[in-house]
């Protein structure tokens, strides 16, 4: 059986690739990349896959029995993207679709879910059957501007008091391989999303509490912090979406307390602590 993962080259698809070569022989994986160079390291087949270029969607398909298709990175482009390599697995013959959506898709307030709600509705169109892996947000989302808050002096957003059910890109790369590599998961919609639910508050303090300085959660109105955003170099369109997901997410749009990423890969998410601890190792040797 070939699993093919699109985006491979991708943090997130790196990852899955890397812990399914653990489980599947690599004869039976294939990375589809846009430039297969940049998958030499990967040690599987690489072949060429541009979302935007239909016909090399369906070479690279070819003999290909299970999809993961990772969500492209191009916000508002990402669902005529996925209708692409959706049509292709569907000529291509391909038997299964694992799709990485978002938390709550069909309800969620962030501005996000619209194109995963488009693709959920082309892989329903499509007869392929399918499995929807809903992530919630990446915990290195907020990890990754540790440094910017260290040097700043105050962690900065705007979710209030919202609670965020995050996980590390590796709890969710685990839970797309447990599905892709065992039986029962077609037709399944999964809620992924950490256990311990955090507030910015709550990070900021665990920021302070192991880095040794005090640096406290400041709540911005919207447009101010998009504009902080934009003054640290972020593009004007995407701080505002930034900004606007935080809002969705005081509303409690990146809640969820089921468990299901955990009971998937059968261990207890990676604890806010520990993800803040890693991302300060990364601060202090950059």
Not at 114 to 122: G, K, L, P
Not at 224 to 237: D, M, Q, R, T
């Amino acid at each position: 059986m070939k699993i093919a993962v699109t985006g491979a080259t991708g943090q997130l698809g790196r990852l899955v690739v890397g812990k399914l070569k653990q489980k599947v022989a690599q004869d039976n994986l294939v990375a589809l990349v846009r430039s297969p160079q940049k998958a030499a390291d990967l040690g599987v087949e690489a072949r060429e896959a541009d979302y935007t270029q239909p016909d090399t969607l369906a070479r690279a398909l070819q003999g290909v029995d299970t999809l993961l298709l990772i969500s492209s990175s191009e916000v508002g482009q990402r669902a005529a993207q996925h209708a692409n390599v959706i049509e292709a697995a569907r000529t291509a013959g391909v038997k299964w679709i694992v799709y990485t959506s978002i938390l709550h898709a069909d309800t969620s307030e962030i501005s996000l879910a619209d194109e995963h709600r488009a693709t959920e509705a082309a892989l329903q169109a499509s007869g392929i059957p399918y499995t929807l892996l809903r992530n919630g947000w990446y915990t290195e989302n907020y990890t990754g501007s540790i440094g910017g808050a260290l040097a700043g002096g105050a962690f900065i957003g705007s979710a209030g008091d919202g609670k965020i059910s995050a996980a590390t890109r590796d709890d969710f790369a685990e839970a797309a391989v447990a599905v892709l590599t065992s039986d029962g998961h077609q037709g399944k919609t999964y809620e992924l999303a950490g256990d311990e639910a955090f507030t910015l508050t709550e990070l900021a303090a665990e920021i302070s509490r192991q880095s040794g300085k005090d640096v406290p959660y400041k709540n911005l109105p919207p447009a101010e912090y998009a504009a902080a955003l934009a003054s640290f170099g972020v593009p004007e369109g995407f701080a505002h979406g930034i900004a606007s997901w935080d809002v969705a997410a005081s509303h409690g749009a990146l809640f969820d307390d089921s468990r299901q990423l955990s009971q998937l890969i059968g261990r207890p998410t990676t604890p806010l602590s520990e993800a803040v601890a890693q991302a300060l190792k990364g601060v202090q040797q950059g």
